[in-house]
């Protein structure tokens, strides 16, 4: 597989789906992290993050910010409370101001949730939680925060995954979805919504994982462009790599290093 992905990846790779640009470029670093999920987005000389990998990750983090000018973060978007995606917000909350923190309402009890409400209590936080769907509009993108319908939740029994936020961004006619961890009922919930899932690019669900809903998923968001956060240890599936491949989908792997993505409102640039 990792031959067909090798052919699969471009280093630099450009799609255009409108005419001149207008907007202000969007900058987003999906970082590579492992089986973890960190992005960190660039625009007007603000920042804001969507989740924020493992402990280990932060460093890496921080590091990269402040290479780019970040000294503060105007939000930060947790999916859900797994340590692949919250981990590094302790460290990084100390570091850096950050005006807005919005939860799932979907607590779960584990030692890095815990590390995250005592960093919130310490940098002086009250978190948002998302109960219902959000709008926010950070440097003229309107992002739409979807949260896990509250039967979701009760059922969730201790594994969150499909209590992720999902993340819809807009940046002029360039849309991107962030699909946290969800499974197939999830999945299945959002196909029944009667959201546009139609976006251009994927963060593909769950680290590539398989599920049976996927390829209706896949049909309903008619991506072109993707990224996988995964790692050697934890790739892809093999069938989700086909479905991608079958519906024309150009693929980024985070195992092979960190991924840049630039839209200027029309065309995305990307590049690892």
């Known amino acids: 597989m990792r031959k067909w992905v090798a052919a699969m990846l471009l280093l630099f790779f450009t799609v255009t789906l409108g005419t001149s640009a207008s907007a202000q470029e969007l900058k987003i670093k999906l970082f590579k992290a492992g089986k973890a999920d960190a992005f960190l987005f660039r625009m007007n ?3 804001m993050l969507l989740d924020a990998g493992e402990a280990d990750d932060a460093e890496d983090i921080l590091a990269y910010a402040r290479a780019k000018g970040v000294d503060a973060l105007d939000m ?7 340590k692949g995606h919250i981990g590094g917000l302790p460290d990084i909350l100390a570091a850096l101001p950050t005006a807005r923190v919005l939860l799932p309402d979907a607590y779960k ?3 890095a949730s815990r590390a995250l409400y ?4 310490k940098a002086g936080i009250e978190p948002e939680y998302v109960r219902e769907t959000m709008d926010i509009s950070w440097q003229g993108i309107i992002m739409t925060i979807y949260p896990a319908p509250l039967d ?5 029994e201790g594994d969150h995954d499909d209590a992720s936020l999902v993340v819809s961004v807009v940046h002029d006619a360039n849309k991107l ?3 946290g961890d969800i499974a197939t009922p999830r999945m299945e919930q959002l196909l029944s919504s009667g959201i546009d899932l139609a976006h251009a690019f994927l963060k593909v669900p769950a680290h590539g994982r398989n ?3 996927m390829p209706r998923f896949l049909d309903a968001v008619q991506p072109k462009l993707a990224v996988i956060t995964c790692s050697a240890k934890n790739p892809p599936s093999g069938a989700v790599m086909e479905a991608l ?8 792997l985070t195992m092979d290093g960190d991924v840049a993505l630039t839209s200027d409102g029309q065309n995305f640039r990307m590049k690892q």
């Open 177 to 179: 979805l962030f699909t």
């Open 245 to 252: 491949n079958t519906r024309g989908v150009q693929v980024w």
């Open 76 to 82: 930060v978007i947790v999916s859900h409370y797994d």
């Open 45 to 47: 000389g603000r920042a």
């Open 211 to 213: 599920t049976d809903a």
């Open 152 to 156: 979701f939740i009760i059922a969730d």
């Open 109 to 111: 009890n584990n030692d």
């Open 118 to 121: 005592k960093a919130l209590m």
